[in-house]
């Protein structure tokens, strides 16, 4: 391997670090998405867990305040471990954008659903040009057979 390439998989690691978190599980989870994502350079792809669709591929994993993984409850006191995604094509986004209980300050959001078999799979934020999807990671599944 050539000197240049380890460096730069070393930098690319750095910026998807996560802090310290007490939240192990998220950790384990995500941490397993972002170490795929340097060793199988980005191809992989994201599945609905439920139908197996295509939803996102590692390529498109970010971060809001430098985390991809974030925990919420929602008002009903469900928790939810969401990681954030820059675009995610197997999602119909539905319904009225809106602020309610708004998770990241300053976004609204909708709901995402799997296109295929509409399963609840996280919502889709947006603030002026910017937009990400938060999706519930329990819901998605990594395809480590194909690319
Ligand atoms: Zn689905």
Not at 15 to 37: A, N, P
Not at 67 to 73: E, S
Not at 85 to 104: D, K, L, N, Q
Not at 116 to 141: D, E, K, M, P, R
Request: proline share 1%.
């Amino acid at each position: 391997m050539h000197m240049h390439n380890t460096k730069h998989l070393i930098q690319k690691g750095k910026l998807y670090t996560l802090k310290q978190s007490s939240e192990e599980q998220i950790e384990e989870v995500s941490s397993k998405i972002l170490q795929e994502t340097e060793t199988e350079k980005e191809k992989e792809s994201i599945l609905c867990r439920n139908c197996k669709n295509e939803i996102t591929t590692a390529e498109f994993i970010t971060a809001f305040n430098g985390q991809h993984a974030h925990i919420f409850k929602n008002p009903a006191g469900l928790t939810f471990h969401i990681g954030c995604f820059s675009r995610a094509w197997g999602c119909i986004v539905y319904g009225i954008p809106t602020y309610e209980y708004t998770w990241f300050a300053g976004f609204s959001w909708s709901v995402a659903l799997c296109s295929n078999c509409l399963t609840h799979l996280g919502w889709h934020y947006q603030s002026g040009g910017n937009s990400f999807f938060g999706l519930i990671l329990a819901n998605l599944v990594k395809d480590s057979k194909t690319h």
